[in-house]
């Protein structure tokens, strides 16, 4: 038996290991009249981050819902794990204390509040929120709330991650800061993932491959593989260039 201070590993529990990749295949959703994705064929092989990028309103955020269970597909065919989504606002309840928020998941699925307690303090640290558990969101910097939304979803123990612009809502300063921490973060606790940015350079920093989407309705233009060694800097010539060739696939100049 676990004793209350030992950390859980953060093993999905609903798959094996390595297999748990993502595909679709010809997907289209509409709401009424307005068409948000059309035909999308893109796949994660497992332990892949695969980061989505377009134009707002081409359907990113409906194409995770539709991985994550939320919405049903009208046309094609979707095979995913369990997923969890962590959308752009930590979406932090503000009378739980962090510490509480991060557990917040595994209370969900039937943990008492010890144990769902003692799984989020045994990675804290890692997550730099020492000495912050009993902290109220309000107390949090925005990064800070960032790193508890980020661990409560790895403490919902799913193989795939939906990440929704999770940086989005951040100045660039915390934002740049937090694309590090979270490719560390992923190199610890690997998992699939699904990143959907607006930010061409954050997919070329944190993705293994990056899927362009078109205006809406989304369309998939391009696909672009990023054979690049980590840990990847800003500057370095071939994120640069990288970051043009994408930029250009989606007609920006």
């Not at 920093?205 to 800097?233: F, K, M, N, T």
Request: proline letters at 7%; charged letters at 25%; hydrophobic letters at 45%.
């Amino acid at each position: 038996m676990r004793t209350p201070t030992e950390a859980p590993v953060l093993e999905p529990r609903h798959t094996r290991k390595g297999d748990a990749g993502v595909v679709l295949e010809g997907i289209a959703k509409a709401f009424g009249d307005v068409r948000a994705l059309d035909g999308v064929s893109l796949r994660a092989a497992p332990r892949e981050t695969v980061a989505v990028v377009g134009p707002s309103g081409c359907g990113k955020s409906t194409l995770l819902e539709l991985v994550c269970g939320l919405l049903e597909p009208d046309a094609g065919t979707l095979e995913s794990p369990p997923a969890a989504l962590m959308p752009q606002r930590d979406g932090l309840l503000p009378w739980l204390s962090a510490l509480d928020n991060a557990g917040l998941a595994l209370r969900v699925a039937g943990a008492s509040r010890a144990e769902a307690r003692a799984a989020a303090q045994g990675h804290f640290a890692a997550f730099g929120l020492a000495g912050f558990e009993d902290a109220r969101p309000a107390a949090l910097s925005g990064g800070m709330r960032q790193r508890v939304a980020f661990l409560r979803t790895l403490l919902a123990g799913r193989p795939v991650l939906c990440l929704d612009e999770p940086f989005g809502a951040l100045d660039a300063l915390t934002r740049a800061q937090l694309q590090g921490w979270l490719a560390r973060a992923l190199a610890r606790e690997p998992r699939t993932v699904l990143l959907v940015t607006h930010d061409v350079e954050e997919a070329v920093l944190l993705a293994d491959r990056i899927v362009l989407l078109s205006p809406r309705p989304g369309r998939v233009v391009a696909e672009l593989e990023v054979a690049l060694p980590r840990p990847r800097q800003r500057t370095d010539r071939a994120v640069v260039e990288l970051r043009e060739r994408a930029l250009g696939a989606l007609g920006v100049s």
